[in-house]
Each structure stands twice: as structure tokens, then as C-alpha cells.
């Protein structure tokens, strides 16, 4: 049974990095794709980005400037790094494995069949 | 970019009842549409993917439906474990852009 698990600081202070690390258990993330999404009080879910063993990462133009998901294969977990958060980004961050539409380098997450628990981010001095 | 609606924003329904859900997409997405639920304080469940496949575990009373730009979420007798919000997402382009929700209550 493939398991994520989200962790990192609860609060980040505005204009810093919010860093979290996803780790992995009962699967390879070599295989799949692996996703950030978050999900602010009261809205809708949104994607981040993704990290794919064989073409990298890749993320939200939303969000691109500011997002760098990577990835430690040797200790099977994947890290979100956002910068210059304000209180926009406070919001639950779950971490998720997806199957992909094609897995070469046109491929993306198709659908996401594996989440973490999620964890509450709050930004604020 | 791709926009996802959902109707209704809320239903209230009685145990046994049928609900049906509609997940609209503003540009064809062929079948890459997934359907979640998620109960407050938890991640979100996989339901459905392209479409009208059940994923392993999920019960029989869930199905969902439709191809291009309209789809549904239909479950067949309500029961009260299904108390939840459900949200579709599209997984034909990249980002994979998730519906508003709909609450589902039971009566």
C-alpha cells in the first residue's frame, strides 16, 4: 500500500520560503508521477506542480515563478519549495502520487489515486 | 485555460435516494475527468477516473459518466457514509484543474 506523508513548518513568516518534504513509503517514486496540490480554507483544490523521475519537474504558470519541486530518490521523498509567500498562500498542502497521460516528455498527471493526510500551512508575521 | 463547473453547489438528499452530480468542462477533455470526495478534515478519495472507471474499494453505487464536456457523478442509493463534498478534476491538459465541489447532505 503506497503511503505519503507531508511534513515541514506549520507557520512561515510573509516574504519567506515555505518548505515541505513529502516522504514515501510501499512505492518508488522513479514511477508515477508525484504532485503538490493545496488547497486554501474554503476553496477549490489546485495544483502546484509535479516532479517525474524521467523528465523532471514541472509547475503551475500560476505559481511558476515562485515553485521548485525536487526530489531525493536515494531517500524516496519529494520537497516544494514556494518563495515570497504572503497570506494567499496559506492553505491545507497535500502531496500525491498520479497516474500519468503518457509517460514520456509530453506526459502529465492524469488522475490522483494516492494523497497524504495534508498539512495546514498559515502565513503570518 | 480550462474551467471545470459543477451543479449543483449543495444537495439534500435522503437515504436511499439517487444523486446525481454534473461536472461541466469549458473545452473538450475527452475522458479525463476524475471525480473525488473528500470529508472535512481528510484528503480527498478517488472515486471515478476516465470517467466511468471505479477505482478498486470504491462501492458499486458510485458510476460516473459522459465524455467531451459533460459529465456526471451518480450515486445510486445514498447512504450515510456518503455525507461529503465532491469535487471532478480534468486530466487531459496539465494543470489538472479541479471543479468548485458539491455538497452532499443527508436528510
Known amino acids: 500500500q503506497v503511503q505519503l506523508q507531508e511534513s515541514g513548518p506549520g507557520l512561515v513568516k510573509p516574504s519567506e520560503t515555505l518548505s515541505l518534504t513529502c516522504t514515501v513509503s510501499?512505492?518508488?517514486?522513479?514511477?508515477?508521477?508525484w504532485s503538490w496540490l493545496r488547497q486554501p480554507p474554503g476553496k477549490e483544490l489546485e495544483s502546484i506542480g509535479y516532479?517525474?523521475?524521467?523528465?523532471?519537474?514541472k509547475y503551475n504558470p500560476s505559481l511558476k515563478s515562485r515553485v521548485t519541486i525536487s526530489a531525493d530518490t536515494s531517500k524516496n521523498r519529494f520537497s516544494l519549495n514556494l518563495s515570497s509567500v504572503t497570506a494567499a498562500d496559506t492553505a491545507v498542502y497535500y502531496c500525491?502520487?498520479?497516474?500519468?497521460?503518457?509517460?514520456?516528455?509530453?506526459?502529465?498527471?492524469?488522475?490522483?489515486?494516492?494523497w497524504g493526510q495534508g498539512t495546514l500551512v498559515t502565513v503570518s508575521s | 485555460d480550462i474551467q471545470m463547473t459543477q451543479s449543483p453547489s449543495s444537495v439534500s438528499a435522503s437515504v436511499g435516494d439517487r444523486v446525481t452530480i454534473t461536472c461541466r468542462a469549458s473545452?473538450?477533455?475527452?475522458?479525463?475527468l476524475a471525480w473525488y470526495q473528500q470529508k472535512p478534515g481528510k484528503a480527498p478519495k478517488l472515486l471515478i477516473y476516465a470517467a466511468s472507471s471505479l477505482q478498486p474499494g470504491v462501492p458499486s453505487r458510485f458510476s460516473g459518466s459522459g465524455s467531451g464536456t459533460d459529465f456526471t457523478l451518480t450515486i445510486s442509493s445514498l447512504q450515510p457514509e456518503d455525507s461529503a463534498t465532491y469535487f471532478c478534476?480534468?486530466?487531459?491538459?496539465?494543470?489538472?484543474?479541479f471543479g468548485p465541489g458539491t455538497r452532499v447532505h443527508i436528510k
Open positions: 510501499g512505492g518508488s517514486i522513479r514511477s508515477y508521477y
Open positions: 500525491a502520487r498520479a497516474e500519468g497521460l503518457g509517460y514520456d516528455s509530453s506526459g502529465h498527471p492524469r488522475e490522483f489515486d494516492y
Open positions: 473545452q473538450g477533455i475527452r475522458s479525463w
Open positions: 516532479f517525474f523521475y524521467s523528465g523532471g519537474s
Open positions: 478534476q480534468q486530466g487531459n491538459t496539465f494543470p489538472g484543474i
